[in-house]
């Protein structure tokens, strides 16, 4: 099938929603399917007030449209709620085309942290944006579930894998740093909470992974106790995760969280709050060890087997998430 995937978060961005995407290509292609992504690669950009990393597509408006009608797709989805997203929205609705949309992002909560926007004005944004969609992804049942009180509906989940060619205990060496070492991967930005972890007082070493608007604030903050190493990538990053005792995940603002299942196929234990996403991933396993006091996750955490971890780890499978967006998109088939 021709599919067509309209998206404002790609390379060379790095977060959850980039690798999705790119990964759900890989395999898509791998099955002959014919792929067509829409980036902000594609126009004239302007970096995000306050997030320069992410650049906005200014021009999409206008060729968008143009884009579709060349490629000609039997499927048209929809990553992300930007200028991008917007466009192939408006353009498919005016036109009656069918798309399906997700939901990889609480903007809502993301812009009350930032900007102290009240959450009911910004989900009626989001409610008005997916409204016209055949089918939401989501990641996880508890945002289904939290989408579903918000009056959103028509859903359908649809999890994330992790390589494990890429991400295994094999990565493992020695850091240096004094142990246990207690790692945090991702975002450095305001809304993942890392706060409450670097807030802690715990014997050992914590190490910051990634980069973002917060790090120059945070590195500042926190220089005495806690190790900034910017962002690492392919197996520089499995290795940290493998040397590592503990992965730490403060966000309570995710939908997911693929940085949790990364470093459980590394062998490493997540401590987290009970929150969506690690609710979803951990949920009825022996590796549970949630907590609304993130100091008694990471003291439990200190206590699991490795092995259980790995073996969690691979019940997440990219595979499984190929075949989820296509059993998604046969809705529309249906539908119609």
């Not at 998206?7 to 790119?22: F, I």
């Not at 005792?245 to 401590?271: H, N, Q, W, Y």
């Not at 003291?299 to 967006?325: G, M, P, V, Y």
Request: proline share 5%; net charge positive.
């Amino acid at each position: 099938m021709k599919i067509l995937i309209a998206t404002d978060a790609w390379a060379p961005q790095t977060n959850g929603v980039v690798r999705t995407y790119e990964t759900l290509g890989k395999y898509l292609i791998l099955e002959d399917h014919d792929l067509f992504f829409i980036t902000p690669n594609m126009f004239f950009t302007i970096p995000l007030i306050t997030y320069p990393e992410i650049k906005l597509a200014i021009n999409a408006w206008f060729s968008v449209g143009k884009k579709i009608r060349n490629f000609n797709p039997d499927i048209i989805h929809i990553a992300t709620e930007g200028p991008i997203g917007l466009a192939t929205r408006n353009y498919c609705t005016r036109h009656k085309l069918p798309f399906t949309t997700a939901y990889c992002t609480k903007f809502p909560e993301y812009i009350f942290e930032r900007f102290r926007v009240p959450l009911s004005f910004t989900y009626k944004i989001i409610k008005w944006f997916h409204k016209n969609s055949y089918n939401i992804l989501v990641t996880t049942e508890t945002i289904r579930n939290e989408l579903k009180v918000r009056g959103i509906t028509n859903t359908s989940e649809w999890t994330r894998g992790v390589d494990l060619r890429q991400f295994n205990h094999e990565s493992k060496i020695d850091l240096k740093f004094k142990k246990p070492i207690y790692l945090y991967v991702g975002r450095v930005s305001v809304e993942k909470s890392i706060d409450d972890f670097l807030d802690l007082e715990l014997d050992g070493t914590k190490l910051v992974v990634g980069d973002g608007p917060y790090r120059k604030k945070l590195e500042k903050k926190y220089k005495k106790n806690s190790v900034f190493v910017g962002a690492k990538f392919g197996k520089e990053l499995a290795s940290y995760y493998a040397s590592s005792d503990v992965f730490v995940f403060p966000s309570k603002s995710d939908t997911f969280g693929m940085v949790m299942i990364e470093a459980l196929a590394c062998g490493i234990p997540v401590a987290a709050y009970p929150v969506p996403g690690p609710l979803d991933i951990f949920n009825n396993s022996d590796i549970n060890v949630l907590d609304k006091n993130l100091e008694i996750s990471i003291s439990r955490a200190l206590q699991i087997d490795s092995k259980k971890c790995i073996d969690h780890a691979k019940k997440f499978t990219w595979e499984n998430c190929a075949k989820q967006f296509m059993t998604s998109q046969k809705k529309i088939e249906y539908q119609q």
